[in-house]
Structure formats: structure tokens, C-alpha cells
């Protein structure tokens, strides 16, 4: 099926749009940074309204959006499959002729520490752990149990894996490539409407809302990670070193972290490369520690038990509905989350993927990066789980909320204090390449997706995302937390902006199929 002919039509008056004399939207710029400033002051003034307010529009979002959320993962999980494991899959993106500048360890290495690192880190232990002490109702087991630590680590594998990847890049990544090098449309939010609406879609009232929500959404997701990591860090430097646990700490952690990956996002894709090649070592240096001088014969049965009940009970466990309050909490949090990431993301991994397979793109997005995944939360998670059964009480002592349970699996370490620092190294990278990722696509958009992006546009998001973050916990935590639960809101209208894309994606392909003569 032909791209329509409207589309055609408006190629050289979107080109003609996007010149560079005109390369930054500043419409988008000031209504994007304009609602941060706005945010800032109204949490400033009175907290406890705003986050009211903005747990009353939670409620709201997941009551009404909760279950087509649901289907939206699973159309989107389901349909990058089929493009990328049928005759589509062999589809060369951004020419046929392009081959990956980028090396294959190194293309991994940036798009899985631009998710991955935006939470693994810090939930990879807290996750298992809280299901742990308190199972998923669906599962119906007894906390603090060998099949409680089972359905911890299944339940942990449906929110990290298949469908969260899959919705991040799979099928907008091919959409964002075929209109983009190949009819010349920029990389904004705003082009995944573009085969639905034609011209339409990339000026006027419908693009700056698909671009401002697009960059509201994973900004907000983004300084939830940099202000948490100043709470965490400052935490275990205290628990464990005896630093005092004060804003103070808090805020110099945050300027460090912002400082690195503003920089790393001002040099560019090569800075990017650089802080996820450190990122990456690190964890599979800690995951080779954590599987030999842990529980290693559990983490191996306890993985392949989980996966196999994640495998079975897939779509029992994907539209479960039963407990809306568990449900509001966690899975539907977290598929508002990874929705409301998806515009930027796949523009991120349209960025550093020229010249890739459709199947490439699908291997890596939909089955790999979930598998890796899903084996580093059995390392750090399964490892807590398999400690706190052989001798109670030993991690959750140091704690139960989300920064102590990552400090509880540490310390049940050989080397613990070594260990507990390796760990903060670790989410201080992070959140260095995530925030450094996010930092670098937001200012790429903001400037029309034309190349290489100003750098004091970079300097700008990096900065200011930084800044709000510690700003907000001077509030405490909940400064921080309403800022992040409000990503959940923005995925309302992120996901009617990505939903074209399960159907666009399979069209696009067959007719770059046609094009490159693929049989």
C-alpha cells in the first residue's frame, strides 16, 4: 500500500519548513520549558494541592485509558513481531544502500542504557523485593516464600520486558526512518502522525500538542531518576558511611550527575557512546559478582522457573484487572511511563540505527534487550530473594523502601562496602546515559529534527533538567514523586499519538519491502 498521496504532496513544503534558517521551534520550546518553570513554581507555592490535583488526574487517566493502555502494549508487541520475523524483517532502514556507522556492541550498549538505565538500576532490586514481601494479588502465593520469590521476579519480567521494550522503538523506529530519510520529514513526535494526517501533521495546533506532550512526558520521566538518585545516593553514603543525609548532599549529587551528562550530551553521539560503554562494564561486571559469590544454583532455577510462569501466564497476567488498586500502582504506572517515553525514545533509536534490519532493530527492541533484561533483575532482585529465604531478615533489616532494598542485597555481599559503592557508581551512570540520551533527542526534536542540535539547546535541557530535580527535593519526596506520576497523565495523549503507528509501521514496511525488492 502507497503512502497516500498527500503525504508526497507535502515533502518539499515540509522540507521548505524545516530549513536551517528556521531550524528551532520556538513555540515548542516555550511551551515545553515554560510548563517545567510553571510546575516548579506551583510545587513550590503549595505541594499538597498539586499533587492532589495531580493524583486526582491519575485516578482519572488509568480508570478511563488502564485497559486500552493494556491492549496498546500487547497490539504493539504482537505487530512488531510479525514485521520483524517475516520476510518484512530484512528491510535495510534509512537506504538500502546504508550500513551501520555505529558497531553492533556499541549500537546495543546506547539503547539499552537509554531505558534500561532510566530504572533498572535502582528497581532491578527494589521491584523483586517489594513483590517479595508483598506478592501481585493475581498469584495468590504466601509472602517471603520460595514461590513468592517466583512470582516476584514473573511479575518484574511482565514490567521490564517484552512489551515495555517493544513499545520504546520497535514499531516507531521504523516510521520515524522510512519518513525521515527517506521523505525527508523531520524527527519529531509530530511525523508519526504524518501518514494519517498528511500535511496537516506537521504545523498547527496538532503538531505543538504532539511535540509538547511528547517532550513533557519523558522530561517528567526523566528528572523523576536524577532527583531519586540524589535521595539514594545520599541514603547509602549515610547508612553506610556515615555522610550526613542532607539537602545539601542531596543537591551536590544532582550537580555532579547533571554536570556528566550535560557534558556527555553536548559532545554528542560520541559522549553518549562513551558513558554507556562505562555503564555497561560496570553491570556486567556486577552481574558476573553477583552470580558467582550469590546464591548461584537458585538465581539458576529461580530464573528459568519465573520465565517459564511469565511465559504461561503472558496474557493472564498482561490484562489482569481484578485489583484496580494494585493495578493503578504498578503495571498501569508503569505502561503510562514507558508510553509516555515511547515518541522520544524511538526517535532516539531511529537516530543511532541507520542502516539496521527491521529485524535488528526487532531482535534487539523485542526479545534480546527484555531477555537481558530480565536476567539482570534475577541477579540483583533474585539475589535478594534467595539471601533473605536462606537466612530472614538479613536485606529488608536495612530496610523496605526502594533505596534500602538495593543497599540490603549489597551489603549481603562479600566486600559489602565495596559492593554498596560499585552500586552507586552504577545508578550514578545510569542516570548519567539515560538523562544524557533524553537531554540530546528533546533538543534534536526542539530543533525540528534537522541534524545536529545547538549545543547551548542541550546545555539548556540537561541543565534545567537538573535544576528542577533538585529544586523539587528540597520539597522531599513528594515533590519528585507528583513531577513523576505526572508522566502518567501525559501518556493519555501520547498514546493516541503512537496507536497509528501498530498499523502504519506494517504498511511502511511492506512498501519499503516493495522498494528494495525483499520477496
Known amino acids: 500500500m502507497e503512502i497516500p498521496g498527500e503525504i508526497n504532496a507535502g515533502i518539499k513544503t515540509a522540507a521548505r519548513h524545516n530549513s536551517p534558517a528556521d531550524a528551532?521551534?520556538?513555540?515548542?520550546?516555550?511551551?515545553?520549558?515554560?510548563?517545567?518553570?510553571?510546575?516548579?513554581?506551583?510545587?513550590?507555592?503549595?505541594?499538597?494541592?498539586?499533587?492532589?490535583?495531580?493524583?486526582?488526574?491519575?485516578?482519572?487517566?488509568?480508570r478511563f485509558f488502564g485497559l486500552y493502555w493494556q491492549v496498546l502494549m500487547l497490539a504493539t508487541f504482537a505487530a512488531s513481531l510479525y514485521i520483524g520475523y517475516s520476510r518484512l524483517g530484512r528491510v535495510r532502514l534509512g537506504g538500502v544502500t546504508h550500513r551501520p556507522s555505529i558497531s553492533t556492541f556499541n549500537w546495543v550498549s546506547m539503547i539499552m542504557c537509554a531505558l534500561l538505565a532510566g530504572g533498572g538500576a535502582f528497581w532491578?532490586?527494589?521491584?523483586?523485593?517489594?513483590?517479595?514481601?508483598?506478592?501481585?494479588?493475581?498469584?495468590?502465593?504466601?509472602?517471603?516464600?520460595?514461590?513468592?520469590?517466583?512470582a516476584a521476579l514473573s511479575q518484574s519480567f511482565l514490567h521490564w520486558g517484552f512489551m515495555a521494550w517493544a513499545v520504546l522503538g520497535s514499531l516507531l523506529t521504523v516510521v520515524y526512518m522510512y519518513l525521515h530519510h527517506e521523505k525527508n520529514l523531520p524527527l519529531m513526535p509530530r511525523t508519526l502522525l504524518y501518514p494519517l494526517l498528511g500535511k496537516r501533521a506537521l504545523k498547527g495546533p496538532i503538531a505543538v500538542f504532539a511535540d509538547a506532550?511528547?517532550?513533557?512526558?519523558?522530561?517528567?520521566?526523566?528528572?523523576?531518576?536524577?532527583?531519586?538518585?540524589?535521595?539514594?545516593?545520599?541514603?547509602?553514603?549515610?547508612?553506610?558511611?556515615?555522610?550526613?543525609?542532607?539537602?545539601?548532599?542531596?543537591?551536590?549529587?544532582?550537580?555532579?550527575?547533571?554536570?556528566?551528562?550535560?557534558?556527555?550530551?553536548?559532545?554528542?553521539?560520541?559522549?553518549?557512546?562513551?558513558?554507556?560503554?562505562?555503564?555497561?562494564?560496570?553491570?556486567?561486571?556486577?552481574?558476573?559478582f553477583l552470580f558467582i559469590f550469590g546464591p548461584t544454583l537458585f538465581l539458576s532455577e529461580t530464573f528459568a522457573q519465573s520465565l517459564a510462569l511469565h511465559v504461561t501466564r503472558f496474557f493472564q497476567t498482561a490484562m489482569y484487572r481484578d485489583d484496580s488498586s494494585w493495578l493503578n500502582g504498578w503495571t498501569l504506572f508503569?505502561?503510562?511511563?514507558?508510553?509516555?517515553?515511547?515518541?522520544?525514545?524511538?526517535?532516539?533509536?531511529?537516530?543511532?540505527?541507520?542502516?539496521?534490519?527491521?529485524?535488528?532493530?526487532?531482535?534487539?527492541?523485542?526479545v534480546a534487550a527484555p531477555v537481558i533484561t530480565m536476567i539482570w533483575f534475577t541477579l540483583v532482585g533474585g539475589t535478594g530473594i534467595g539471601v533473605e529465604l536462606q537466612s530472614p531478615g538479613s536485606v529488608i533489616s536495612h530496610g523496605v523502601q526502594p533505596e534500602a532494598l538495593l543497599l540490603g542485597v549489597a551489603q549481603s555481599m562479600p566486600m559489602p562496602n565495596l559492593?554498596?559503592?560499585?552500586?552507586?557508581?552504577?545508578?550514578?551512570?545510569?542516570?548519567?546515559?539515560?538523562?544524557?540520551?533524553?537531554?540530546?533527542?528533546v533538543a534534536m526534536a526542539v530543533s525540528r529534527g534537522e541534524g545536529e542540535s545547538p549545543a547551548w539547546l542541550r546545555v539548556f535541557w540537561g541543565a534545567g533538567m537538573g535544576l528542577v530535580g533538585a529544586t523539587l527535593i528540597t520539597l522531599g519526596q513528594g515533590g519528585v514523586s507528583a513531577l513523576q506520576s505526572f508522566i502518567v497523565i501525559t501518556a493519555v495523549p501520547v498514546s493516541l499519538l503512537i496507536l497509528p503507528s501498530v498499523w502504519d509501521a506494517i504498511r511502511i514496511a511492506r512498501q519499503m519491502a516493495r522498494e528494495q525488492g525483499v520477496n
Open 419 to 441: 559492593i554498596s559503592a560499585l552500586f552507586l557508581f552504577l545508578s550514578f551512570f545510569s542516570v548519567v546515559t539515560s538523562a544524557g540520551s533524553m537531554s540530546y533527542t
Open 24 to 62: 528551532l521551534d520556538w513555540s515548542i520550546f516555550w511551551i515545553s520549558g515554560g510548563f517545567f518553570l510553571l510546575f516548579l513554581v506551583i510545587a513550590l507555592i503549595d505541594l499538597d494541592t498539586l499533587s492532589s490535583l495531580i493524583g486526582t488526574a491519575f485516578s482519572w487517566s488509568t
Open 124 to 150: 532491578a532490586a527494589a521491584e523483586p523485593m517489594m513483590h517479595f514481601i508483598t506478592p501481585p494479588p493475581y498469584f495468590g502465593v504466601v509472602a517471603k516464600t520460595a514461590p513468592a520469590g517466583v
Open 334 to 366: 508503569y505502561w503510562g511511563w514507558f508510553i509516555g517515553y515511547a515518541p522520544m525514545m524511538g526517535i532516539y533509536v531511529a537516530k543511532v540505527s541507520r542502516g539496521r534490519t527491521i529485524r535488528e532493530v526487532i531482535t534487539l527492541m523485542s
Open 213 to 288: 506532550s511528547a517532550i513533557i512526558a519523558v522530561v517528567a520521566g526523566t528528572i523523576g531518576p536524577v532527583g531519586f538518585l540524589g535521595l539514594q545516593i545520599s541514603f547509602v553514603l549515610h547508612s553506610v558511611w556515615g555522610v550526613p543525609n542532607t539537602i545539601m548532599v542531596q543537591s551536590m549529587v544532582i550537580l555532579a550527575v547533571t554536570v556528566i551528562y550535560t557534558l556527555s550530551c553536548v559532545i554528542g553521539l560520541g559522549g553518549l557512546r562513551l558513558v554507556s560503554k562505562v555503564h555497561v562494564w560496570l553491570m556486567l561486571g556486577l552481574a558476573a
